[in-house]
């Protein structure tokens, strides 16, 4: 998250652009940092309602207040907490009463498959320029693209890492693990998500080479091989779930771990992690395990039964400037995609990037791939499998 922060031990400059550039597949290109004035001009032209549908921790009021003070449009906000939940609810809806939803870019398959949920976007609508190239480039193939239109666009981008208590816990970077959550020393003081902790799991395994997986990357590609992999980490998990206080779901059940809980180590996103580290004076901390933090991409998408497309588009407009992407940064811990909103970042948010992935993004990112339309019921039945275990 950091423009200038400095590379632990090097000396040299990373830059949270630069970080992006070589954390993505695709070609770079030139920062522009203004926001062609014909959206400026749409936006203010707007009026009337939008609804959004949001991760619980993406949306802030300063920045409905801003925007409805921008453009004139009111925002009604309702939240989610994780990716079924949102594909479910708009099932269940078919495709009404939302204008904004924002599933993770690599969920794109599993809403496809349910046919017209989502409606093809209008790119002529759209400030391209306002989003990070290689953002909007590698985006196309982690699912925001299907049968040649474009239905989703970046939003943001995390990971899923480790999060420990400073004062408890003392691994260093390139020693720590996702195995580490497994020792014995912090038994029954452990939080994790179920359905990502498995996939810690595995690249644990994989590393050690008890389950060869190729990184995991097997597991997304080969039913067979995910069924193997995903049956081991189970039983692993199984076999040790002693280790484990709570299982989380959203960002507020995983502040409640470690603040309210008694929880000294766990797998968590980075935005509660970020938050938690300035509310406890950087006590909580947040780091890139040895085998790669879990990167993901989450977007933006209009349903198909939305009422209110003017202001949609006003909406993904306003976010693609750097004032907007930079408030979300700086309240929710995550990263935005909308390009320069990273010279606008607070300074511990810098420190806070700069110490979270100490070896650049070659080393310390591993990227989610797309998800195939089979992935997400197997990989349920091995998290409900653990849940009731």
Not at 4 to 16: D, V
Not at 35 to 63: C, H, K, T
Not at 264 to 282: C, F, L, S
Request: hydrophobic content about 35%; aromatic content about 12%.
């Amino acid at each position: 998250m950091s423009p200038e922060s400095k590379k632990k031990g090097t000396g040299k400059a990373l830059s949270r652009r630069n970080f992006l550039k070589k954390s993505m597949m695709g070609g770079a290109a030139a920062a522009v940092y203004s926001v062609a004035p014909a959206f400026v001009r749409n936006a203010r032209s707007s009026s009337g309602s939008l609804v959004l549908y949001s991760w619980s921790d993406y949306i802030y009021q300063d920045m409905i207040d801003t925007f409805t003070k921008k453009t004139g449009i009111k925002v009604t906000l309702a939240t989610y907490g994780s990716n079924d939940e949102v594909l479910n609810k708009v099932r269940a809806s078919k495709g009404t009463g939302f204008d904004i939803v924002m599933p993770s870019v690599t969920y794109g398959p599993q809403w496809y498959k349910h046919g017209s949920l989502l409606q093809p976007l209008d790119e002529k609508k759209i400030n391209v320029g306002g989003c990070y190239p290689d953002m909007w480039k590698s985006s196309k193939d982690l699912g925001g693209v299907h049968r040649r239109k474009r239905y989703l666009v970046p939003f943001n981008w995390g990971t899923e890492a480790i999060t420990y208590d400073s004062t408890k816990v003392s691994i260093p970077y390139g020693k720590l693990s996702y195995g580490d959550l497994w020792r014995p020393d912090f038994a029954g003081n452990v939080t994790m998500r179920a359905h990502s902790g498995l996939l810690g799991i595995g690249l644990y395994l994989d590393a050690i080479g008890k389950v060869p997986s190729n990184r995991m990357r097997d597991t997304y590609t080969d039913q067979d091989a995910m069924r193997r992999v995903y049956a081991e980490c189970t039983k692993f998990a199984i076999e040790h779930k002693k280790q484990l206080r709570q299982f989380w779901s959203n960002a507020q059940e995983t502040t409640n771990a470690f603040m309210q809980n008694g929880c000294v180590i766990g797998q968590t996103w980075d935005g509660p992690a970020n938050r938690m580290y300035r509310e406890t004076k950087t006590k909580i901390r947040y780091m890139a395990p040895k085998e790669g933090a879990l990167t993901w991409m989450d977007s933006m998408g209009i349903p198909s039964g939305a009422e209110n497309l003017e202001q949609a588009y006003a909406w993904i407009n306003w976010y693609y400037t750097p004032e907007a992407g930079a408030m979300h940064a700086n309240a929710s811990g995550y990263n935005s995609c909308s390009k320069g909103s990273d010279k606008l970042l607070k300074p511990e948010m810098k420190t806070f990037f700069s110490q979270a992935y100490p070896g650049g993004p070659n080393k310390d990112l591993w990227w989610y791939p797309a998800e195939p339309t089979w992935f997400v019921s197997i990989r349920n039945e091995f998290r409900d499998k653990l849940l009731a275990a």
